[in-house]
C-alpha cells in the first residue's frame, strides 16, 4: 500500500513522535496510580532513565512501542516494504538499547519490567502488571 503523504511530510510526522509522555505509558501510570502503587517517571538517576520507576519496590518499568521496539510475535511489529535495510539496522539498534538498559538496571540491583504497547490495550493486560510488581519485589534481595 502507498503512503498518502509525501516523504517530507512523512518525516515531519515521524519526528514529531516523543520519547514521554506516550499513551501506552499514561495508561501505565492510570493503572499504577488506581492499583495504589507510587511511582516516579522518568528518573534520571538510573541509567537508561526508566519511563517509570517504583522505588518502594525497586522495579524499573519500560514502556515500549510494539513497532519501534519489534514486540516478537505481535502484529504491530511490521516492518516497512521500503528502505528495508535503513528500518532493518534501525530496529536492530533499538532491540540492543533495549537489552543494555535492561542489564544496567539490574546492575544496579532493580528489576527490569518491560510493558509492550498492545498490553495497556486491555484492563486484564495491566492487572498482571500489578502481580508482575509485586513477584519482581519479592525476588529482590536485601
Known amino acids: 500500500m502507498a503512503d498518502v503523504v509525501d516523504a517530507a511530510k512523512r518525516s515531519s510526522m515521524m519526528a514529531g513522535i516523543g520519547p514521554k509522555d506516550t499513551q501506552p505509558e499514561l495508561a501505565v501510570r492510570r493503572y499504577l496510580h488506581a492499583a495504589?502503587?507510587?511511582f516516579r517517571v522518568?528518573?534520571?538517576r538510573l541509567?537508561?532513565?526508566p519511563?517509570?520507576?517504583l522505588p518502594q519496590h525497586r522495579?524499573?518499568?519500560f514502556v515500549h512501542g510494539c513497532f519501534w521496539h519489534r514486540h516478537p510475535g505481535c502484529r504491530f511489529a511490521t516492518t516497512p516494504s521500503s528502505n528495508v535495510e535503513f528500518w532493518q539496522k534501525k530496529f536492530e539498534g533499538?532491540?540492543?538499547r533495549d537489552q543494555i538498559k535492561e542489564d544496567l538496571v539490574r546492575m544496579c540491583g532493580w528489576s527490569p519490567i518491560v510493558v509492550w504497547e498492545c498490553e495497556t490495550r486491555t484492563p486484564e493486560n495491566l492487572e498482571s502488571?500489578?502481580?508482575?510488581v509485586l513477584a519482581e519485589s519479592n525476588h529482590q534481595t536485601p
Do not use: E, S
Open 36 to 38: 495504589g502503587l507510587r
Open 42 to 44: 522518568h528518573d534520571r
Open 47 to 49: 541509567p537508561g532513565t
Open 51 to 53: 519511563d517509570i520507576i
Open 59 to 61: 522495579v524499573a518499568i
Open 94 to 96: 533499538n532491540v540492543l
Open 129 to 132: 502488571l500489578f502481580w508482575r
